[in-house]
Each structure stands twice: as C-alpha cells, then as structure tokens.
C-alpha cells in the first residue's frame, strides 16, 4: 500500500459520504495532522509520534504545525 493509493482512497470514501464542505474538502493529510495535533495536545508528543509511525520527533512535528489554520468547532 502507497500513500498515493491511502489517499486516494480515503478521497474515494471520503466523496461517497455526500458531506459538503465550505471551500475545499479536507485530505486525508488534513485529517492525519489534524490528528497528530489533538493527540499531542490530550496525551503528549510521544504518543503522538508512535501513533503516526514517525521514526523521528522532527517528522511529526511537521504534522503538528497547523500552518497558522484554526479549525472550529461545531
């Protein structure tokens, strides 16, 4: 299994649920840094890191940037 291929995937599954969204639909990396964000902040960056599968802490920290974005929540 690529990554290629897990995100096609997910845009496959993901475009079946008929859920709209304002602007673009998120991507399957959209949701795993999102994830990486929530866990760090409820159970710390090393869970979060063995979560993802990063060898490194410096890849994960790239999925914990929210690149200044803010989600709401509703």
């Known amino acids: 299994m690529t990554v290629a291929r897990i995100s096609t995937e997910f845009t496959r599954f993901r475009d079946k649920t008929k859920l709209t969204w304002e602007g673009s639909p998120p991507s399957f990396h959209e949701i ?43």
């Open 32 to 74: 795993r840094s999102l994830s990486a964000r929530l866990y760090t902040e409820k159970m710390g960056s090393n869970f979060a890191q063995k979560l993802l599968g990063h060898k490194s802490a410096e890849m994960t920290a790239k999925y914990q940037d929210d690149r200044s974005n803010s989600w709401i929540e509703i």
